[in-house]
């Protein structure tokens, strides 16, 4: 009820100025619609590129420290020697110790939804004359298939990990000329064993799906000469941002080696950073470009409204009511501009969706507008409208009645 008068002369003054109010709302619209579009879209690519990226590995490994070797120096001053530094040696697959015990521990932590045991080794899958390097994996299946979701990413056959079976990427099927129920022989460190594909799977990346071979745990243990051992545990987080703290805590801990997704994949972390960065100055610049907008708009309304501003001091109207009524229009402007932008958006995003496909007609990757990202972008947008019309404001509360009645 306060703001009654103040509403309907806003809107009254808007109504006048009807085109310069329907181009700055169609102003409003676009620049609200291309943030929202970019977020949206921004929002999407970073989701498909983490999901593809996470979807072959673990949020966070804990794995032996490497091995290294001491160099002994005499001190000047004395008799003792000192050892004083330290230099790389060629790594070996070690197990970390105690890995039964350590599972339970991790499991218990609130950050931690999934420990999954595993034993890699380097080796060469062959069938008769053809022979390929490829990289041992020896899991739980169970536990695996909750890190990366193994089972969903079988294109032929069913996994399936008993005794004397594995599983192998796509491409490396392709290369040996094998298909499931065909075995293949596996030598590793001068262990030979053969195994019986189960199924083929697409991991995500070719270069994976063409060298990787995953066996049961106590196979791997047997082929790496790790009886009972792991190599590396793989953790899945409830939070994957939470990922790099929980590293730095466990590293700090306990004596092995911590490394989160965000460490393996630091070139990806500065692309999605880059991203979000851009992505921010986008929304900055449409939004100071909504600012002068409004505000141009505005300043016009005041010079052309100057005697109408006049007759309603001269009828008793306080400066706090002229100012409530160009914050009005500020605010009534980008609402309506705000409405259309977030619906422009939504329909620029379904044009995407439906036109933009890969080779295989599926969309590229799956893009869609949050109504908490909506409503934040548009409430900002109203903001933006409310202090465009700050300045303009101020300035006709301060006409003197009867100067802008002579005018």
Not at 8 to 36: K, P, Y
Not at 88 to 96: D, E, F, K, L, T
Not at 142 to 152: E, P
Not at 271 to 289: D, F, H, K, P
């Amino acid at each position: 009820m306060m703001l009654g008068f103040e509403s309907r002369v806003a809107t009254r003054f808007l109504r006048e100025g009807r085109m310069q109010t329907v181009l700055i709302i169609i102003g409003v619209a676009a620049g609200v619609a291309v943030v929202a579009y970019i977020s949206a879209l921004i929002t999407g690519l970073q989701q498909n590129t983490i999901e593809k990226t996470l979807g072959a590995q673990a949020h966070l490994t804990l794995s032996p420290l490497d091995d290294v070797v001491l160099t002994a120096r005499a001190p000047a001053n004395a008799d003792t020697t000192e050892l004083v530094q330290t230099q790389p040696r060629a790594q070996r697959p070690r197990s970390i110790s105690n890995w039964q015990l350590l599972v339970p521990l991790l499991e218990a932590l609130p950050e931690v939804a999934v420990v999954s045991p595993m034993v890699s080794a380097a080796g060469l899958a062959t069938r008769g004359e053809a022979s390929k390097a490829i990289a041992l994996l020896g899991v739980d299946l169970d536990r695996y298939d909750r890190i990366v979701s193994l089972r969903a990413k079988v294109v032929d056959g069913t996994a399936r990990l008993e005794p004397g079976e594995g599983i192998i990427g796509r491409e490396l099927a392709n290369d040996l000329g094998v298909r499931v129920g065909d075995r293949i022989g596996i030598v590793t460190g001068g262990v030979t064993d053969s195994l019986r594909v189960t199924a083929l799977v697409d991991l995500g990346v070719r270069d994976l799906n063409r060298r990787t071979v995953i066996v049961p745990l106590r196979t791997a243990q047997s082929l790496a000469n790790l009886p009972g051992g792991a190599t590396s545990l793989d953790l899945t987080l409830v939070d994957i941002w939470s990922a790099q703290t929980l590293a730095n805590d466990l590293g700090a801990r306990w004596p092995y080696k911590a490394e989160s997704w965000q460490q393996a994949n630091a070139q990806l972390v500065s692309a999605l950073n880059a991203q979000s960065v851009s992505t921010a100055v986008i929304r900055g610049v449409v939004m100071v470009v909504v600012v002068l907008g409004i505000a141009s708009v505005l300043v016009v309304s005041v010079v052309q409204k100057r005697r109408e501003i006049g007759i309603l001091r001269a009828m008793g109207a306080t400066q706090g009511q002229v100012l409530r009524i160009f914050l009005l229009q500020g605010a009534i402007v980008g609402a309506l501009g705000s409405v259309l932008g977030v619906l422009l958006a939504v329909l620029l995003i379904g044009v995407f969706t439906h036109f933009v496909r890969g080779a295989d007609g599926l969309p590229l990757f799956n893009i869609t507008l949050e109504p908490a990202l909506a409503l934040r972008i548009a409430a900002i947008a109203t903001v933006c409208g409310v202090l465009a019309a700050v300045a303009p404001a101020r300035s006709a509360a301060k006409l003197d009645p009867a100067e802008a009645i002579r005018l």
